[in-house]
């Protein structure tokens, strides 16, 4: 499944790559196409939104990029970079065993779900910790619930949060670990505006200030403009990709 090779000047910033992915479910007799023939790169460091409505099949792309589902056919090739040994260590992921993306998950990847999935008798440092009790090379609860805003309500308990910030206790364990690439599936999507705004400062943070890929998947079209790539889909399928020549800061967003 993975592989070692030396770095090329085009590959070196590829973080994925999407060949022809298709993914069908079945459904008792019938069989739900959810992704059609998709192609696309993520590169390092990006923000992308994946912009689509409900059905479009961004959650199914989101789901096979972490390693949470795998495509019925095509090939998504994952680049990890090495900067101290110079080389790129290659996954494909439309192969591998349940072992091996269990390991991926673990160590290369952080999600961000619409629902925050806190464990409410813990603290919000307690609800970080237990990421970074698993991970290789993990920041400290303390610093990741400071990029998020929150250093000062490391000890209070989900209850005593509100939504947004129990949204931003949620990123702080995503990316406690030191994730390669951190994945969002409507991160904003049970909030309202105000209040995402400053989840989406939060993902903006972690994307500048560490350089993590990131991709929020998203059906709301305001939110494309802080991105540095928009891609949109319909009906499983990519009808647009552009290229935001200026990032929007969140504060200025509107939808």
């Known amino acids: 499944m993975q592989s070692k090779v030396a770095l090329s000047a085009d590959a070196d910033n590829t973080v994925f790559e999407v ?3 298709t993914k069908v479910y079945q ?3 019938v069989d739900v196409h959810a992704l059609r023939g998709i192609n696309l790169k993520l590169y390092q ?6 912009l689509g409505a409900s059905g479009s099949g961004k959650s199914t792309l989101l789901n096979i990029l972490g390693g949470l589902d795998t495509p019925s056919s095509g090939t998504v090739l994952y680049h990890n970079s090495d900067k101290v040994t110079q ?10 065993s349940e072992h091996e993306l269990t390991e991926y998950r673990r160590y290369n990847v ?3 779900f619409q629902f925050y999935n806190l464990i409410p008798s813990l603290t919000a440092r307690e609800n970080v910790a237990v990421v970074t009790e698993i991970a290789k090379n993990p ?3 303390e610093e990741a619930l400071e990029i998020v805003g929150l250093g000062e309500r490391l000890n209070h308990f989900p209850a005593q949060l509100s939504g947004g910030e129990q949204q931003r206790v949620a990123i702080a364990r995503a990316i406690a670990k030191n994730p390669d690439v951190l994945l969002c599936d ?8 105000q209040t995402g705004i400053k989840v989406l400062e939060a993902l903006q943070r972690v994307n500048q200030e560490l350089g993590t890929t990131t991709a929020v998947i998203t059906h709301n ?3 494309a403009e802080m991105a540095d790539r928009v891609i949109s889909l319909s009906d499983g399928q990519i009808i647009k990709s552009y290229t935001n020549e200026t990032r929007i800061d969140p504060q200025k967003l509107t939808w």
């Open 45 to 50: 460091g990006e923000l992308t939104v994946l």
């Open 186 to 193: 409507e991160p904003t999507g049970a909030l309202d505006s």
């Open 110 to 112: 952080g999600f961000v």
């Open 221 to 223: 079209a305001g939110i």
């Open 87 to 96: 080389t790129i260590q290659t996954i494909d992921l439309s192969k591998a």
């Open 139 to 141: 920041m400290t609860p």
């Open 19 to 21: 060949e022809n992915i």
């Open 27 to 29: 459904m008792g007799e």
